[in-house]
């Protein structure tokens, strides 16, 4: 049966993290992700779950990452200022192989910046971070039924690799509100042994070896090669999406500007786009095949041209690659038609 | 102009707060006693984004707004050099509830630990009002907010007001205050005390926010009076470590008298008002009123 309703980017999130089995929220407030955490207030206890207000970003993701080892499956969100205060406890799960799932709704930045201005300025962020080498996913969504679709894929990926998720929207996500018909999602089981039922586990931010420190280069190596292998070459982390595959234009398009394209696509003939739903790992294959005939591929994107130069370094001389950008507001469908001429 | 208190305005007019904002009129009564020869650090927050906007920026003196954690620890970079460069000013600090009781509570004790000649006044309207009236450390037993709202297995916030000014006063810092724009010259008079004192100054001011507790603009001060009557709020200070000078209240007035007034408690029952009223009652025991 199918059943409309006008849902909101911030709203999505939440309705997918709590079908998906989420049942612990920590956070701060922060303008434009506070939606997120106003929901969560209210439903929460309505599940059985858990919802609480911590004193800053830095303690809200360390909260969901120890509610994790617990037992619970568990997420933050926030937005840039706050995104920034995250980072070490990022490198911490990846490194601890903790589940927690962050939802960094883009605002513009630097700094403070504009808060109630959209932007993709943390793309770079979500990927490098935390400091020292290490994996990470970070998947984008581009709409609100993207929004609810890749949370509960976060979710889902977070249990099953053991990794931390990154889920980037935007202001104009977050905020905007559609007509959809939400599909029903899969609970995520925990997948990691969990405090409290007999086991002396032991967990550390350390390079270690099942729990306990190394010092030793060689294992070190092995380690953090096993981290990336684990995500790189998982064959269900990367997601995309190709339309008019034979065009020889293409629009490499990630969260909000993908709107735009489909925008193009409308009034440009022979044009295609390659809509990447998980940023990072980057999805180079996919990439490389959908491009082999391709002569131009135009990159827009909400910040001072960030993913462009992934791009390029995936297709080489291949062809031409063009960025579009706009900054503190979506880029307009006329700014890439006037490259596609 | 307000009846006794210098004329020069330092804060001024034109500025984007709610109609009724208690908080603008503390700050601009805190200016008249800090003076022209003042800079000010201020944390994120109301104050920060309704004062400084392009063309509506209230400040007569040089402003300076850092991120929301750290304004104590650039006021302590400031106080330092400015010492070591030989240059006087008063260095003042500007933050709401959520800046001082939660995310630059460290930033706030070390500055109070290493005793740097700053005057850190708090701003206190129990929420963070800017980002859409989220709970804090310092928002009252029971009172409604977008994260704390009240349902049938909620009665609202379940945590007390953080005591930040017994807090800050066990940093050993020469001078803590409270104060309520209600009391202008009181208000005035701690400011003024407070740069007599050298090492760090804290002043904590209740701020009466129509938009945030829901009552009418033309109510704060009203309300903020009703906080000190009940004993709900004590004006106080303590001097080198001794609480000296506790506002009296002339008629005591019992706590529902004051919740009743705000839409953020209109949810509560009887048994949480007594509650309340205990919060109270403990109040008028430990200050003798």
């Not at chain 1, 793309?123 to 990470?136: K, L, N, T």
């Not at chain 2, 650090?41 to 309704?50: D, M, P, S, V």
């Not at chain 2, 850092?66 to 000013?89: Q, T, W």
Request: hydrophobic share 40%; with cysteine.
């Amino acid at each position: 049966m199918t059943r409309m309703e006008l849902v909101q980017g911030n709203e999505a999130v939440v309705k997918a993290a709590i079908n998906a089995g989420c049942r612990f929220y920590a956070g701060y407030p922060i303008t434009p992700s506070s939606e997120i955490m106003h929901l969560m207030a209210k439903e929460m206890p309505r599940v059985g779950g858990v919802f609480i207000q911590m004193e800053d970003e830095i303690t809200s993701i360390a909260a969901a990452i120890g509610a994790s080892m617990a037992g619970k499956i568990a997420m933050t969100a926030t937005s840039g200022p706050g995104f920034s205060l995250m980072q070490e406890n990022i490198g911490y799960a990846a490194m601890a192989e903790i589940p927690v799932v962050i939802v960094d709704v883009m605002r513009v930045g630097p700094s403070t910046g504009i808060p109630t201005a959209p932007s993709q300025g943390d793309v770079m962020q979500a990927r490098y971070g935390s400091h020292g080498d290490y994996p990470i996913i970070v998947l984008s969504p581009s709409d609100v039924l993207d929004s609810y679709v890749l949370t509960a894929k976060a979710f889902y990926l977070a249990e099953k690799y053991r990794t931390p998720v990154i889920l980037l929207t935007d202001e104009i996500i977050g905020h905007m509100r559609e007509s959809v018909n939400l599909p029903n999602i899969e609970r995520v089981e925990k997948n990691m042994p969990i405090l409290g039922e007999g086991r002396k586990l032991h967990y550390t931010g350390l390079a270690n070896e099942n729990g306990f420190a190394i010092y030793e280069p060689e294992k070190y190596e092995r380690l953090i090669k096993r981290l990336f292998n684990k995500i790189e070459c998982a064959k269900d982390v990367i997601s995309y999406k190709i339309e008019n595959p034979d065009a020889k234009t293409m629009i490499f398009a990630y969260g909000s500007p993908y709107r735009t394209a489909k925008a193009v696509l409308k009034i440009a003939k022979n044009v295609g786009i390659f809509k990447a739903e998980t940023v990072f790992p980057f999805p180079e294959r996919a990439l490389k095949k959908a491009s082999k005939d391709v002569e131009k591929i135009i990159v827009p994107e909400m910040n001072v041209g960030k993913i462009v130069n992934e791009v390029k370094r995936v297709v080489g001389d291949s062809c031409q690659v063009v960025s579009v950008t706009k900054l503190a507001q979506l880029v307009d469908p006329q700014a890439i038609l006037k490259v596609i001429e | 102009m307000i009846a006794g208190l210098p004329g020069e305005e330092l804060f001024l007019q034109g500025h984007t707060a709610c109609a009724g904002c208690s908080q603008a009129l503390a700050v601009r009564i805190a200016m008249k006693a800090l003076g022209r020869n003042t800079i000010v650090c201020l944390a994120t927050g109301c104050l920060e984004i309704y004062s400084t906007q392009y063309r509506r920026c209230a400040w007569k003196v040089p402003v300076i707004h850092m991120l929301f954690e750290n304004a104590p620890a650039v006021a302590s970079g400031i106080e330092v050099a400015m010492k070591k460069l030989g240059k006087k000013a008063n260095i003042a600090v500007f933050a709401g509830d959520g800046a001082t009781a939660d995310i630059g509570f460290g930033a706030l004790s070390g500055m109070l630990e290493r005793g740097h000649n700053v005057i850190y006044i708090c701003i206190d309207n129990e929420a963070y009002m800017n980002t859409g009236i989220q709970r804090s450390g310092s928002t009252p037993y029971a009172a409604y907010t977008t994260t704390s709202p009240p349902g049938k297995v909620s009665i609202g916030n379940k945590t007390f007001k953080k005591d930040l000014p017994s807090i800050v006063a066990a940093h050993r810092i020469p001078y803590v205050a409270t104060a309520n724009p209600s009391y202008p010259k009181d208000l005035y008079k701690k400011v003024k005390k407070a740069m007599d004192f050298d090492g760090a100054k804290y002043i904590h001011i209740l701020t009466p926010c129509p938009t945030g507790w829901g009552f009418e603009s033309n109510e704060s001060i009203e309300i903020g009076r009703l906080a000190n009557e009940t004993a709900l709020w004590i004006n106080y200070e303590v001097v080198n470590g001794e609480i000296t000078d506790v506002m009296k209240i002339k008629e005591k007035k019992l706590v529902e008298e004051y919740l009743r007034r705000q839409a953020r408690f209109r949810h509560l029952s009887k048994k949480e008002i007594e509650e309340i009223q205990k919060i109270a009652d403990e109040n008028a025991r430990i200050f003798g009123l």
